[in-house]
Nanobody
């Protein structure tokens, strides 16, 4: 089993920045593909970004150039640096991990005011 603990959500004005972090435990971190998904009210959960154990990154087109995903192997954590935030980035952000099966964090709210 993998446990995921998220931190860093909150309220920010449009154009501002936030940094989300997710600490993983239970399986060696270097075996996990990590990532972030988000779900806005009335919408389906959607991919934001993933990063493989070899640091290969996949980002949604809507966030390219604004959001950056990275791994911190020392802290067994994945970070999502979010810059130039827009109102449409408002959602609950879920940490994601995959190693043979998928694991999800409890979610953290990000609200961008316009």
């Amino acid at each position: 089993q993998v446990q995921l603990v998220e931190s860093g959500g909150g309220l920010v004005q449009a154009g501002g920045s936030l940094r989300l972090s997710c600490a993983a435990s239970g399986i060696p971190f270097n075996m996990l593909t990590m990532g972030w998904y988000r779900q806005a009210p009335g919408n389906q959960r959607e991919l934001v970004a993933t990063i493989s154990p070899l640091d290969n990154k996949n980002l949604a087109d809507s966030v390219k150039g604004r959001l950056t995903i990275s791994r911190d192997e020392d802290k067994n954590a994945v970070n999502l640096q979010m810059n130039s935030l827009k109102a449409e980035d408002t959602a609950v952000y879920y940490c994601y991990a995959r190693r043979l099966k998928e694991y999800w964090g409890q979610g953290t709210q990000v609200t961008v005011s316009s």
